[in-house]
């Protein structure tokens, strides 16, 4: 069963930055590998996705400020996010895409003045 740990979250005022981690119970190669986020209140949404060959998709509204990243041995995922805006706010999750582990705690972040 692969084990997902996030971490990074925090408080952050607008404009700010933060990294957020994830690691992984074992190696990712070859595997799709995402970070999402659910906001109070919404459904879970794919923020950025990084491919096997390393190419990215990001959701419309953190292009240009949000970046994804990984290391595929041992296995974890980063996302870098700049800018941040308070609609940033929300707990996110890192899993594979499409999402068939089971979901770690996730790391809150909250953008906020």
């Known amino acids: 069963q692969v084990q997902l740990v996030e971490s990074g979250g925090g408080l952050v005022q607008p404009g700010g930055s933060l990294r957020l981690s994830c690691t992984v119970s074992?190696?990712?190669?070859?595997?799709?590998m995402a970070w999402y986020r659910q906001a109070p209140g919404k459904q879970r949404e794919l923020v950025a996705r990084?491919?096997?060959?390393?190419?990215?998709k990001y959701l419309d509204s953190v292009k240009g400020r949000f970046t994804i990243s990984r290391d595929n041995v041992p296995g974890a995922v980063y996302l870098q996010m700049d800018s941040l805006k308070p609609a940033d706010t929300a707990v996110y999750y890192c899993?594979?895409?499409?999402?068939?582990?089971?979901w770690g705690q996730g790391t809150q972040v909250t953008v906020s003045s």
């Open positions: 899993n594979h895409s499409p999402p068939t582990w089971s």
């Open positions: 074992g190696t990712i190669f070859g595997i799709y």
């Open positions: 990084s491919t096997t060959d390393r190419s990215t």
